[in-house]
């Protein structure tokens, strides 16, 4: 079986990880694939990856791009399946088509009603659009794989005729290396309770509210600290981060912040390093942070969202979106009961243990990829891969 | 005393536009609260006290509009209401033009059911607007700088389209229900009704009171239709029978030059040592000024409600205010009144009460019993009511 992969927009965050492990996994697998990636990704996974400087195109040019350039292309290699790993698609697919859709916020009304406004009416227009080529990439594409039940529902809302063609996928972790290490964490090892949030940085990530609790938390006696894995001026450039930016950057002032990315190689570590993972945002496809946190076996505390329930179940404390004061309650509970602590941390490896190995992610993939695969030879009656 | 009052809102609203998913089918009523005109005083006041009241209704979900400037006039708002910071390019026209335009396609695309304006006027073309009529305009006739009448003409011609634009306008007493309709009371009716402000319960009475407080109290702003300038006219009387008082006035300087004309005049009555402006001092100063004076002195001539009067009633302040405008129906029989006009009058009101102290006391009394029939629980509870009528059915 060959697949290619479009993952010209994996520049940041979660996609950037997902590509690389994917990359990685099908390597491993002696799966052959062909990642077309942004330039800076094809540095770090030249084998296997081709280098695509379309993804730095703006939206109208990177359309029509895809539609004929990257067209060509798909008829020339001839794979099996096409992967579109990033919302957009092929229409009229030359071969068969699996779309990963991973934007929620677009479909989720909670997003809507509470983090699109701040960013204006230039930015909810583009998001229209988005939503808009996003439904009819779905429409023709073989099959659609979302990371989520929570996400297959909203997209089903705007488009319930999808529903026989739309997957449920959840992501995975590398539990092997998102690990707790041999010797248990000490609970405010330095006095200090060390809220940790990792995340790049997008308004319903809504890290203003972690900056909040801290403030909270110390006024009244409990000393706290947070670290974000977010750098301001990202913050402050991004449309509908005022009060993010605000909120931040006041408790970054009185020093109750530290901010910054950090590397992906670093986080296992930046996990073990600290008592709580936080998690507020307010609007995911998955979360993989929450994974994470959970596979390393940190107590989380989460904003109580439909996704947040579905992945992290009882193995996490909720907490009412965008209510610092809630968030500063859950916190002091889980400060005030070890054995609450101790019942989270197990219930939190195991969960992750059992339903996210990132193994089990790629190999549900690779069947779809198959049944795809096969289904298709069966109705041309030849093998996609023979010679052009 | 007169009660809130609600009249039904006529119609039933369109359902929103396709942009809004069918997941909304089952949730709160959203109620949009444009905020972007509350830059100081009164309209701060309002939010700050009116939104904790609004969200204890667990069956809305509040958002505001703010922009990032007022982050820091308006300060930490109760986190159960959303709050949409904006970093729009500053300044009055870009503000009319974002309010108008960009604010109606934002509340419809979050499918606000209501847009709630507490600064008389709102985006016209908003899903369920309703107005608040709190700023009086009959201040533009004492306006001479070009400029500034510009503004108050503006600002009544948005305050006249926006009633027979919005669902429903709601005026803060009968006074600014009359004075801001411009004549269209009747025509517009059904759309309009009258709810108090509150107060906030820091505003007490002491235990005891003092029999000989040294000082009077104003509690104003520092400009023209406060009328503080016939008020100095009227101390060399009451410091004639009563030379050891003082008179306090606390009250942030808005207008320098009117502040200027004051100091002048306090100058040519020999008052230097007998009158002190404090400027605006924290809520804990004020009440504790308002239990000590031995009475409140409000000589304003332009009010729509007149927040310290409800203050100083009911913290058991004695009163001598203003017999015009909405004094009257706020005060009731807890005051003794003169003509804002005439010092003269202003200082026999004045001596009357400083003369007679059981008669202080009473007023005290009577004060602190009628204060507490204000209350923003059940403001809050006046407006969700309009909110609800005026939301798409069914709920």
């Known amino acids: 079986m060959r697949i290619l992969i479009n993952a010209m927009s994996a520049r940041r965050g979660g996609i950037t990880t997902y590509t690389r492990n994917l990359i990685d996994a099908l390597d491993e697998r002696g799966i052959e694939a062909v990642v077309a990636v942004p330039p800076d990704l094809h540095q770090k996974r030249p084998k296997s990856t081709v280098s695509v400087k379309a993804s730095e195109f703006g939206p109208v040019k990177r359309l029509f791009w895809e539609q004929t350039i990257w067209r060509h292309y798909v008829r020339r290699y001839a794979p099996d399946v096409l992967f579109s790993s990033a919302n957009f698609g092929l229409f009229w697919s030359p071969v068969p088509q699996v779309l990963l859709l991973r934007e929620g916020g677009l479909f989720d009304p909670f997003y809507l009603a509470n983090v699109a406004p701040a960013q204006g009416v230039k930015v909810a227009l583009m998001r229209s659009i988005r939503r808009r080529l996003m439904l009819a ?16 529902a909203a997209l089903l809302s705007w ?29 405010r090892g330095d006095g200090i309770l060390r809220l940790l949030y990792v995340s790049v940085y997008y308004p319903h990530k809504n890290p203003g509210l972690v900056a909040e609790a801290v403030r909270l938390l110390n006024h009244a006696g409990t000393r706290a600290h947070a670290t974000i894995t ?27 912040l530290t901010l910054g990315s950090r590397s992906y190689d670093s986080l296992p570590e930046l996990y073990r390093s600290h008592d709580v993972f936080v998690f507020p945002s307010v609007s995911e496809t998955f979360g993989h942070p929450m994974a994470e ?13 439909s996704v947040a329930r579905e992945i992290c179940g009882d193995a996490a404390l909720y907490f009412k979106p965008f209510s610092s004061r809630d968030l500063q309650s859950r916190l002091v509970e889980l400060d005030a009961d070890p054995n609450l602590r101790a019942t989270m941390v197990a219930r939190a490896r195991d969960r992750a243990l059992k339903l996210y190995k ?19 030879r069966r109705a041309t009656g030849v093998t996609p891969t023979d010679d052009v | 005393m007169p009660e809130n009052d609600t009249h039904p809102a006529p119609g039933v609203l369109t359902p929103e536009a396709p942009e809004t998913s069918n997941l909304m089918s089952k949730r709160k009523i959203r109620v949009l609260i444009n905020g972007l005109h509350a830059r100081s005083g009164g ?49 009055i026209s870009y503000l009319l033009f974002w309010e108008q335009i960009c604010l109606p396609i934002l509340a419809r695309l979050m499918a606000a059911d209501v847009t709630f304006s507490p600064a008389n006027y709102g985006p016209l073309f908003a899903p369920g607007s309703i107005v608040l009529l709190r700023n009086a305009l009959s201040v533009a006739g004492r306006e001479t700088r070009p400029l500034k009448r510009l503004y108050w003409l503006a600002l009544s011609l948005m305050t006249l389209l926006s009633l027979f634009f919005s669902r429903h306008a709601i005026a803060v007493s009968r006074f600014a229900l009359s004075a801001l309709t411009f004549g269209f009371e009747g025509l517009l009716r059904n759309r309009l009704s009258v709810v108090y402000h509150g107060v906030s319960p820091v505003y007490s009475p002491a235990d005891t009171r003092p029999d000989d407080s040294p000082f009077l109290l104003a509690v104003a702003d520092i400009y023209i239709q406060k009328n503080l300038h016939t008020l100095l006219e009227a101390m ?21 030059g009117y502040y200027n004309e004051l100091m002048e005049r306090a100058q040519r009555l020999k008052l230097q040592t007998s009158v002190d402006f404090i ?7 004020l009440v504790e000024l308002y239990r000590r004076c031995a009475l409140f002195v409000f000589p304003s001539t332009v009010e729509t409600f007149g927040n310290p009067l409800v203050e100083a009633m009911a913290c058991g302040a004695p009163i001598a205010c203003s017999n015009t405008a909405v004094m009257p129906e706020i005060v009731g029989n807890c005051a003794e009144f003169f003509d804002p006009s005439d010092a003269s009058d202003m200082a026999k009101a004045v001596l009357r009460l400083l003369d007679d102290r059981g008669y202080r006391k009473e007023l005290g009394q009577r004060g602190v019993s009628r204060a507490a029939q204000f209350s923003w629980k059940e403001s809050a509870r006046a407006l969700t009511a309009i909110f609800r009528r005026a939301a798409p059915q069914p709920r």
């Open chain 1, 230 to 256: 977010m750098n301001l001026e990202d913050v402050r450039n991004t449309r509908g981060g005022a009060l993010d930016y605000r909120q931040i950057d006041r408790a970054h002032r009185h020093g109750d």
């Open chain 1, 159 to 187: 488009a319930p005729e999808l529903a026989s063609k739309c997957h449920a996928n959840l992501y995975g972790t590398l539990n092997d290396i998102y690990r707790p290490d041999g010797v248990a964490r000490v609970w």
């Open chain 2, 236 to 256: 060399p009387a009451i410091l004639g029978a009563f030379p050891g008082i003082k008179l306090i006035i606390a009250g942030r300087k808005i207008d320098n």
């Open chain 1, 358 to 376: 990132w193994s089990d992610h790629v190999d549900r993939l690779i069947t779809l990829f198959e049944q795809l695969a096969r289904k298709a």
């Open chain 2, 43 to 91: 309209g701060v006041t309002y939010l700050l006290n009116m939104l904790p009241a609004l969200a204890e209704h667990s069956d809305f979900e509040f958002h505001i509009f703010l922009h990032s400037e007022q982050h820091d006039i308006v300060g930490d708002i109760d986190d159960r209401i959303r709050v949409h910071l904006f970093d729009f390019r500053p300044g």
């Open chain 1, 293 to 305: 946190a959970m596979s390393v076996g940190l107590p989380i505390v989460v904003a109580d969202t």
């Open chain 2, 279 to 285: 400027d605006s001092v924290p809520q804990s100063q």
């Open chain 1, 137 to 152: 990439s779905a429409r023709h594409a073989d099959q659609i794989v979302v990371p989520s039940e929570s996400m297959k």
